[in-house]
């Protein structure tokens, strides 16, 4: 069973920074990207950031690139989500996929993690 398993998430204050965790068990085969969406009550999913494991290519949305950072380490089957100087804005339950593209659109992913919730307060 492939499962991929967020962690790290919590409440943090504007400005702060937080570390988010996606572990991947299980075959993926030909899945070798990695992605971070978030969702907002109310909102559609969004593309946050991804990281091709094999190379090391990523791809960052406008709203967070210069912000976020992620990598990878593929001996211990973990994708990281650095994200410092926190806006509110980036409130919102954080979804880990996989993907066989390095691509930004949810339709791309065919596997999930249950989320892990960032609270950004103001």
């Known amino acids: 069973q492939v499962q991929l398993v967020e962690s790290g998430g919590g409440l943090v204050q504007a400005g702060g920074s937080l570390r988010l965790s996606c572990a991947t068990s299980g075959r993926t085969f030909s899945r070798y990207v990695r992605g971070w969406f978030r969702q907002a009550p109310g909102k559609e999913r969004e593309f946050v950031a991804a990281?091709?494991?094999?190379?090391?290519?990523?791809v960052y949305a406008d709203s967070v690139k210069g912000r976020f950072t992620i990598s990878r380490d593929n001996a211990k089957n973990t994708v990281y989500l650095q994200m410092n100087s926190l806006k509110p804005e980036d409130t919102a339950v954080y979804y880990c996929a996989a993907s066989p593209l390095l691509r930004s659109r949810p339709e791309d992913y065919d596997y999930w993690g249950q989320g892990t919730q960032v609270t950004v307060s103001s």
């Open positions: 990281i091709m494991i094999i190379g090391g290519s990523t």
